[in-house]
């Protein structure tokens, strides 16, 4: 069992930067795949980085490459998310997310999710 809560969102203006934290709790936390996902109004779920168990691999939506970094700490048990250049269309609530295998872009491929953070983007 793996336990999420993010923080760090806000309102913010276009080409501004965020950064999101998720603080994991659960035994298992270090073999578990991180991710993030967003979901903005009216729309479905959809992929946005993930990290792999160890931190050295990480995958980006086409939609945030060059823009969001992610990155964890297993020592601390934190999963970040950089967020800079952004922009209204980035506008959503953000979900941290664990699962057990790397690669997986389906929300329906992440076992464990957190409440979710309100990120808002102003033009």
């Known amino acids: 069992q793996v336990q999420l809560v993010e923080s760090g969102g806000g309102l913010v203006q276009a080409g501004g930067s965020l950064r999101l934290s998720c603080a994991a709790s659960?035994?298992?936390?270090?073999?578990?795949?991180m991710g993030w996902f967003r979901q903005a109004p009216g729309k479905e779920r959809a992929f946005v980085a993930a990290?792999?168990?160890?931190?050295?691999?990480?995958s980006y939506a086409d939609s945030v490459k060059g823009r969001f970094t992610i990155s964890r700490d297993n020592a601390k048990n934190t999963v970040d998310l950089q967020m800079n250049s952004l922009k209204p269309e980035d506008t959503a609530v953000y979900y941290c997310?664990?699962?057990?295998?790397?690669?997986?872009?389906?929300?329906?491929?992440?076992?464990?999710w957190g409440q979710g953070t309100q990120v808002t983007v102003s033009s």
């Open positions: 997310v664990a699962g057990r295998q790397y690669g997986r872009t389906w929300p329906r491929e992440y076992d464990y």
């Open positions: 990290v792999n168990w160890s931190g050295g691999t990480t």
């Open positions: 659960g035994r298992s936390y270090s073999s578990y795949t």
